[in-house]
């Protein structure tokens, strides 16, 4: 039995929450408005301003998408209200970051500046030359910018260069020794 599934969801002061034909759902609050269409099959009722998400039968796949569906309209609640955001860490001699415009400049090592624009989505912030903050109200689209740009130059194993998460351990590998 899905436990996430069964939670039902509370919707905060400020947050209108609709859902139309086919599970389409759209949610509406201060920082802005999101929609999804969600799987069909799912029951989803706003009663009380507590929203419920029941399942038709005990399948597996209708199991499996009970959870799923909760989840998803929960971080539509939440990224409408708090909104989502991924903080990078910039390690390197010389890497360094910087906010020109609505347009993300780094300096990774190459011969090159690596330079990421801003969406309409996704806000970026650089408090410092090392760290990055992107914040967004969608969680999946702030995820996919921030792996986005960890993949300008992820981290290597050796001396610990490139963009991480701040919350990311590297695991350092030792370097050749001499032969002898």
Do not use: C, W
Not at 76 to 96: A, H, P, Q, S
Not at 138 to 148: H, L
């Amino acid at each position: 039995m899905s436990r996430i599934g069964l939670k039902p969801i509370t919707i905060p002061a400020g947050v209108e929450i609709k859902v139309d034909e086919n599970n389409h759902i759209t949610v509406k609050g201060p920082k802005g408005t999101l929609e999804r269409t969600l799987i069909p099959q799912m029951k989803v009722s706003v009663e009380d301003g507590v929203l419920k998400v029941a399942r038709p039968d005990d399948t597996k796949q209708s199991r499996s998408y009970h959870g799923l569906t909760r989840t998803l309209i929960d971080n539509m609640v939440i990224g409408v209200t708090n909104g989502f955001e991924k903080k990078l860490e910039i390690n390197g001699v010389g890497y360094r970051a910087s906010k020109e415009d609505k347009k993300l400049v780094m300096n990774l090592g190459y011969s090159h500046q690596v330079v990421v624009p801003e969406t309409e989505d996704i806000q970026i912030d650089v408090p410092d030359a090392n760290h990055i903050v992107i914040k967004g109200i969608d969680k999946q689209k702030v995820g996919q910018f921030a792996a986005e740009v960890r993949g300008k130059r992820p981290p290597e194993p050796y001396k610990g260069k490139g963009i991480k998460y701040d919350y990311e351990t590297i695991r350092r590998k030792e370097g050749k020794t001499g032969a002898k």
